[in-house]
């Protein structure tokens, strides 16, 4: 199998239904739209499957003047994007502090029906600035002086409301192993989307992302600056919302290391000036850091 982009993913509301795509925009800051919303409970802690599972049933749209929610037993809702001098709500991600914009009662009451408790809707606020963890990104930047291109700045490395990182990168192989590991014990396989990267590689062998400094495709390139410690999201079934053991439980018990359970890196980018696109197909280049 050729080295390549093999899907595209992004998550335009943090913890609800992802989207796939054959082709699709990116930044710096991540693929269009990507976690560019975020649901708030009553005290403005944001809200996930960790704890509400059927969000995985809500299916946004972003669409040009808004976003649209679509969800089981419920009518959709359109949710027009706030004006530009928006209040700025205060709203922290893990800890760091970034800015959201109020997105309304009507919102409101729509996702606190289906997700059964009180909760808000805030879409990233034009003046919230949150930046990719700056120890990481230093530290990968200082250790691999011969990349072939120059990353930006830290302070250049902001990004919306996923939990640390602005790209999450997975391996197809990789998967594929821990799916014969849980067919060895009588389970189902478990499909990509429920660990929700951003981009899936394809070609590599089983779990080479531990030993890559990252991958170039074109003119962009994407630095592995941090493994991801896995939660127990993907045991939510995406399908049914249903929460079980698997595939966690066999993951722990196979990739169990001194910074958690790990599967997938999260990244940062550099690209090339002018407006870049990713398209799955797009052959990779793998940097091993050996």
Known sequence: MRLAIHSLYSYPVKSC?????????????????????????????????RQHPRMVLIHPEPVADGLWLRAPGQADCFVPQPPEQAEAVP??????PTLGADQGDEAAAWLSAFIGAPCRLLRL???????ASVPHVTRWIQTHPDWPQSFLPVERHAFAFADGFPFLVANLHSLEELNGQLGAQGGAPVDMIRFRPNIVLQGLEPYDEDHLAGFRTGGTGFAFVKACARCPIPNVDPL?????????????????????????????ATLPEGETWLQAGDAIEPEYDF
């Open 125 to 131: 606020h034009p003046r919230a600035h949150r930046l």
């Open 17 to 49: 239904a992802g989207i796939a795509h054959e082709r699709v925009r990116v930044t710096e800051s991540g693929l269009d739209f990507d976690r560019h919303w975020v649901v708030v409970d009553a005290q403005g802690v944001f809200m996930t499957q």
């Open 240 to 268: 049914t919302g249903a929460t079980a053991a698997e595939p966690g439980r066999t993951l722990a018990r196979h990739r169990q290391f001194e910074q958690g359970v790990l599967f997938g890196m999260n990244a940062i």
């Open 91 to 96: 709203v922290a991600i893990w800890g760091t």
